[in-house]
């Protein structure tokens, strides 16, 4: 269905038309076959007089003194049914088709919460115009209680459930039995399988439309987080709805055009940096001429600028290389980072551990924990690293034993050509690129970095980047 929908590319308007209008197919369908299926809505009413009718012999319609003397049965009792209705109404269908009547040589016994009611009893033997002692009457509980001995000419309703038997002349016992359902019955039944029914047809119909709709929603969020690790990702692909169409090309341009600011603006620093070398080789040429204290302040001002020259092109060649991305084990990158300075005496220890693989430039990765390394071993004389992962990033920390930063400077200290005065003089070389250029090493492959202050005394520089090969 998705691809249908891809191929036809449909509005989201259409398709949300078409998943209500799937929903109105299947509740009306529901709806029609449980009107068409669906068994009576409840038990119907039965009369008294109509169980007395059942329960008759043939000699009760010659006997003169019963109900019945004279001929067939006239229909309800005189005098009605005590409720306000006329004596020849109907009331429901015919009792031989709700009651079943069984010939049992023993008498019944009272089920399923029935008992005796003396009312009903008497009345049935006087319908039959039998001596109560022929006949055995158990009702439900609540028609039971809610029937007083009825005048003579009234007639009782029985709702529920209920037994009545007439002792026959032949010693037999003729029965009438009516058992009400409780809940569920087959109504209530009925209408949870078509509601069942209903929900398996729409429940997957529903799964499919929401999925075909969100796809593409997905995938432009998807996108928009590759962008933020990785600025040279691919275009996104020109699926979806009509409306999304529209975002991803807007979505394409706009990567496109930041793609090409950022590399216009790369290449003017660069351009810039590279042209100053010119005048400043030709202001060392020149200083030939000068006294020697002048020579010499204005010889430190032209290495200092050449030093910021060098590190601002470095700077755009970091991220010139962080937008090639390849598979690598970080762990290992690390390593031969402190195996160098271990090998040049310095105090650098990396903690074990299993391989982490990750996607990045290795020589701007590189480029990164040697810049850290390198300002853990300045100020604060070894480094100590620790490798793991966390909610699929990789975790790097690095501890030094310096004076730490103060909290107000920790975010101030990632700006390009800024400097701790109190403990990072010109005499360390440093120009204020080196953590700007570690930053935009992490942020270009989708990573943070922070930095905190250890209890203990010293600095903690923490690295987080995602783990996976894309």
């Known amino acids: 269905m998705s691809v249908f929908w891809q191929r036809r590319s449909l509005s989201i308007y259409g398709r949300t038309f078409l998943l209500m209008l799937a929903a109105l197919v299947v509740a009306e369908a529901v709806g029609i076959a449980f009107v068409v299926y669906r068994p009576p809505t409840e038990d119907q009413p039965v009369q008294l007089f109509s169980v007395a009718r059942l329960l008759r012999q043939p000699g009760d319609e010659r006997d003169s003194q019963g109900p019945f003397g004279g001929g067939p049965p006239p229909g309800p009792p005189p005098g009605g049914f005590g409720d306000g209705r006329p004596p020849d109404a109907a009331v429901g269908p015919p009792p031989e088709a709700v009651l079943p009547l069984r010939n049992s040589p023993t008498p019944p016994n009272p089920v399923n919460g029935m008992s005796a009611s003396e009312p009903l009893r008497i009345r049935l033997a ?8 022929a006949v055995l009457f158990f009702a439900s ?61 729409l429940l997957p119909l529903a799964w499919l439309f929401a999925r075909a709709l969100s796809a593409p929603i997905r995938r432009f969020s998807e996108a928009a987080l590759r962008l933020g690790r990785d600025p040279n990702a691919p275009p996104l692909p020109r699926e979806g709805p009509a409306e999304m169409l529209v975002a991803v090309d807007s979505f394409n341009s706009m990567q496109a055009r930041l793609n090409r600011l950022i590399q216009e603006r790369t290449h003017m620093v660069g351009a810039i940096a590279h042209d100053l070398r010119t005048p400043l080789t030709r202001l060392a040429f020149r200083l030939e001429d000068l006294p020697q204290p002048l020579r010499e302040k204005v010889d430190a001002d032209i290495f200092e600028m050449k030093s910021m020259v060098s590190a601002a092109l470095d700077f755009i060649r970091d991220r010139v290389l962080s937008g090639q991305r390849e598979p690598l084990d970080f762990r290992l990158l690390v390593e031969s980072v402190v195996d160098d300075q271990s090998d040049l005496g310095h ?26 390394v390198d300002n853990a071993l300045k100020y604060g004389e070894r480094a100590r690293l620790r490798l793991r992962v966390a909610n699929d990033q990789c975790i790097l920390e690095i501890d030094d034993d310096g004076p730490g930063i103060p909290e107000q400077l920790q975010q101030q200290v990632f700006e390009p050509f800024f400097r701790l005065e109190t403990s990072r003089s010109r005499d360390t070389g440093g120009i204020g690129l080196g953590l700007a250029t570690v930053r935009a090493i992490v942020l270009d492959h989708g990573g943070e970095i922070g930095l905190g202050n250890r209890k203990g005394g010293g600095l903690r520089v923490t690295v987080s980047l995602p783990v996976g090969t894309s």
């Not at 105090?347 to 850290?372: E, F, H, K, W, Y």
């Open 141 to 201: 509980e609540s028609d039971r209680l809610s029937r007083r001995a009825p005048e003579q000419g009234n007639n009782a309703t029985l709702q529920r459930s209920f037994v009545a038997a007439r002792h026959m002349s032949d010693g037999s016992w003729n029965i009438v039995e009516r058992e009400v359902e409780g809940f569920p019955n087959a109504l209530h039944r009925r209408a949870m399988l078509l509601f069942a029914l209903g929900a398996a047809m």
């Open 347 to 372: 105090d650098v220890v990396l903690q074990s551990g299993t391989p982490i693989t990750i996607a990045g430039n290795p020589l701007a990765l590189r480029r990164m924990v040697g810049n850290l």
């Open 126 to 133: 006087q319908l039959l115009g039998v001596d109560r002692n």
